[in-house]
Structure formats: C-alpha cells, structure tokens
C-alpha cells in the first residue's frame, strides 16, 4: 500500500514538471520585452513602434499583457 502511495506521488510529480516545461515553451523572448518578463506590455509594445491598436486585437485574454502565445497567434493574423 506504501508502495502504491509512492508511484502515485511520483507520477504527479512528473505531470507538473510536463506542465512546467509547456509554459516554459510558452515564453516569449522578444526584442520588445524591455523588463525580460517574458510579456509585453502596452508601453513596451509601444515604445517598440508597434501599432498601439493591433495591442488590443493580440492581448486575446484582455490582462493587458501580451504573451508568447498572444503574439504567435497575432504575428500569424498578420499573415
Ligand atoms: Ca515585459
Ligand atoms: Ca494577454
């Protein structure tokens, strides 16, 4: 029963460490982060030239941060 107790512990251990590594893959690494936390936002978007309107079409989520995922699937809107 122990034993069993720990291979359970193990295996949730291992399935929040894949989900650590997913957000880690998320991160964006972008000229335009100035702070290097891994978003951008509105002033660093605009401090960078880009259109302060296109802001609110890639902040998807509206936190008014934009981040690697945000910006992939805007950068891919602009074709
Ligand atoms: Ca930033
Ligand atoms: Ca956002």
């Given at each position: 029963m122990a034993r069993l107790r720990t291979l359970f512990a193990l295996g949730l251990t291992a399935s929040l460490a894949a989900a650590t590594a997913q957000a880690a893959e998320g991160r964006l690494i972008h000229?335009?982060?100035?702070?290097?936390?891994?978003r951008i936002s509105r002033q660093e978007w605009v401090a960078y030239k880009l259109p302060a309107a296109e802001f609110d079409k890639a902040d998807t989520n509206g936190d008014g941060l934009i981040n690697g995922p945000e910006f992939v699937a805007w950068r891919q809107a602009q074709g």
């Open positions: 000229p335009a982060d100035t702070d290097k936390d891994d």
